[in-house]
């Protein structure tokens, strides 16, 4: 189990060996070379995760919608960014 802060605990709140760890968790896949950079799959779509200065963005490719980017600010919580990225494009 992880510990981390509660779930509607804003992600800058949350140290980056327990994001990353949190990314794991989630089936993410952390870029050997570009270490801010993460790649999910899932079954019906993939994306592209960069953890910015200022915020996350994720490049969805895939699900019938062709490319899509958004971008989440550090200030929202944790499970608010997590619903919202792996809700798919």
Known sequence: MLN???SNT???NH???QLEAWLLSLGCRQDERL???WTVMRS???AELLL???QVIVRYVGGGVGE?????????SRQDI????????
């Open 44 to 46: 019906s779509w993939q």
């Open 4 to 6: 981390l802060p509660p």
């Open 82 to 89: 997590e619903e919202a990225i792996f809700a798919g494009p």
């Open 35 to 37: 270490r801010h950079r």
């Open 52 to 54: 910015d200065t200022e």
């Open 68 to 76: 899509v980017v958004r971008s989440f600010k550090y200030s929202l």
């Open 10 to 12: 804003a992600l800058y």
């Open 15 to 17: 140290p980056l060996p």
